[in-house]
């Protein structure tokens, strides 16, 4: 290659790479949602539990256990993690934009020419040696390639926000399972218990028909209050096993028995505060990843625009050509060829319009699923929140429900015994107190579970 062309050349490249700068894609601004009284609490304390570790706020060692295996085994989280390194692959893809492509090519040509054309006068047949390398590169005058960067980012955090978002509901789902569990089994001693007593009421009452006390009626209602209770003990036991089956699956184990502490210790040690509504965009990994969809769609918004402006390229070929094998190395078989172009979009069938057109109505798009992500983290919020202080009164109105029904049935049994009250009192009074023992455990439950779906609706557990 001669020198003015290789200053030429260079000179070439230096302008397109100044060029570069002449940046005209939109800067990316957040979307501005609804943050003013996003979920319904007086709370203005600025901290919020869903800064409290998962290991912190979950105390029970067995549970912590069960957690670490559900993070490491589950399948939905392993599939959130192959998603990641799709987007990470993506991304090195999308950074490598900026560098030119090179190919390289060997090629033998052998050509057999007619007698009657122009050359085939002189040769009858022609072999051709090349040995090339080809460079291509873009100027990224546009900033196209660097929009195209950008929404590969974009969708990389994504695919990491949407594997926080499966760790969340793994633990806050694993906790409530356990919980559950648990509550089940204080239930099945309740009733087990219950069982036990009225298997001896059925015993009195038929001491006391014998006496002339009461009829054979109070015995088979007695005996069919007895039954009843072997219904709900039965019931209960099915739904362990329902529980034990769907956390082994969490688990990505084989149905079987879960190991676990009893309920009566358990206790989850947090200050319950919904924080500001700040904490919830910063936290809740749904919507991290609504705005970081909304971020990538408009940056492909402003790919799709570049398209109707010129496009700037660079393409260099140089190698080895000669018509014998024993030229090929030789300093006369080198060949160069150096092409910048500059190519303006006239007429492509409407390609770039209804490009920019779709990529502006995904961005729209993109923006209300982040305003629907917003209201959906202010409603799981304030549910939460309801949650837990419905189901705090309800408990302790409930225990003094239990504790006064629980004395009604012990009076009831002695009264019995002196006539004066009938069987059916006496019945009515068990079964109350032992429905309302068994709402007191659920509430509870239900009390614990309230501040579970606050720390998920938070966002916490990444």
Sequence with gaps: ????????????????TLMQSCFVAKDYEAPKGTTENLFRTESTDTTSIASVPWNKLFTDTILQQHINECLQNNLDLKIALQNIEAAEATFKQGKAGYLPSVTANASLTHQELSSNSQFGRLFSSLDQYELSAKLSWEADILGKIRSTKRAALAQLLQSNAAKQAVQTELIATVSSLYFQLLAVDAQIKVVTKTLENRTESVEVIQALKKAGNVNEVAVKQTEAQKYATQIILKDLEFNRKVLENTFSQLLGKVSGTVNRS??????????????????VLSKRPDVVSAELNFRSSFEQTNVARSFFYPSLTLNATSGLQAL?????????????????????????????????EIAKANQQKAYLQYEKAILAAGKEVSDALASYENETSKLAIRKNQLEALTQAANYSDELLQYGMVNYLEVLTAKDNALNTEINYIDNKYKQMNAVIQLYKALGGGN
């Design 1 to 16: 290659m001669k020198k003015p062309y290789i200053i030429k050349s260079v000179l070439f490249v230096a302008i397109m």
């Design 262 to 279: 009893a309920f009566e210790t358990q206790k989850i040690e947090a200050h319950v505060s919904a924080g500001l509504p700040v904490s």
């Design 324 to 356: 014998e094998l024993k030229q090929w190395f030789s300093t006369n078989s080198i060949f160069a060829t150096v092409i910048a172009g500059l190519t303006q979009p006239v007429f492509a069938q409407r390609q770039n319009k209804t490009r920019l």
